[in-house]
């Protein structure tokens, strides 16, 4: 049977191609068709835009993704400031005609509060492994060159960026659609904590929030 397999990042280039067709069962067959020697540790698969695991088997015009660990762009948690022209450098691409970016800044009013200063804490490694896995996820939803995702630790004061996301790709409409999916999808997956500080309390606050 044939299937479309798709590249990205550090495999596109190391193959010099980005889309071919195979004549494969299985995910497990996919890479020792590609003859492209070792298998990268970390490497994940998804199968019609749903990761897979390997010994899932394939049909006939199944479309598969593989998505190295980091997948293009950096993905950082970090005590220091944030720098929306350093964040967009990491995406800038030759092949992009657009470049999005997303900031997250703390508010002075939540829930009708007022908010002296913000603590953010991590599990650093594990949420920059994460980060990386939803940008993969997200190449191979929409068509893009590069994305990066700064995120903040530690005390935050008002008006400062906690969080910084720029996507480069070829067309807005797939830029402007990954950015807004990636803070979505970060908030709901990336293993943050953050605790609201008022005037009189504090309060941890829940994902997605």
Request: hydrophobic share 45%; glycine share 8%.
């Amino acid at each position: 049977m044939t299937v479309v397999v798709r590249l990205f990042a550090g495999l596109r280039e190391r193959a010099g191609w980005s889309q071919r067709e195979l004549d494969v069962a299985s995910v497990a067959e996919v890479w020792q068709a590609l003859e492209l020697g070792d298998e990268p540790e970390g490497l994940l698969y998804a199968v019609n835009r749903e990761y897979a695991d390997r010994g899932q088997e394939l049909h006939d015009g199944d479309e598969v993704a593989l998505i190295p660990p980091v997948s293009g762009g950096a993905f950082r948690v970090t005590e220091a400031p944030l720098s929306l022209e350093a964040v967009a450098a990491e995406v800038a691409d030759e092949r992009a005609g657009a470049v999005a970016t997303f900031a997250g800044t703390v508010r002075r009013q939540s829930r009708g509060r007022e908010v002296t200063h913000l603590e953010y804490e991590a599990y650093a490694e594990m949420a920059e492994d994460v980060m990386a896995r939803l940008a993969g996820d997200l190449e191979a939803r929409h068509d893009l060159c590069s994305i990066a995702i700064h995120h903040r630790v530690g005390r935050l004061e008002v008006g400062e960026a906690s969080v910084l996301i720029a996507v480069s790709a070829p067309h807005r409409q797939d830029a402007l659609a990954a950015c807004k999916d990636a803070i979505d999808r970060l908030k709901e997956t990336v293993p943050l904590w953050k605790k609201e500080v008022y005037e009189g309390g504090e309060e941890w606050v829940g994902r997605g929030s």
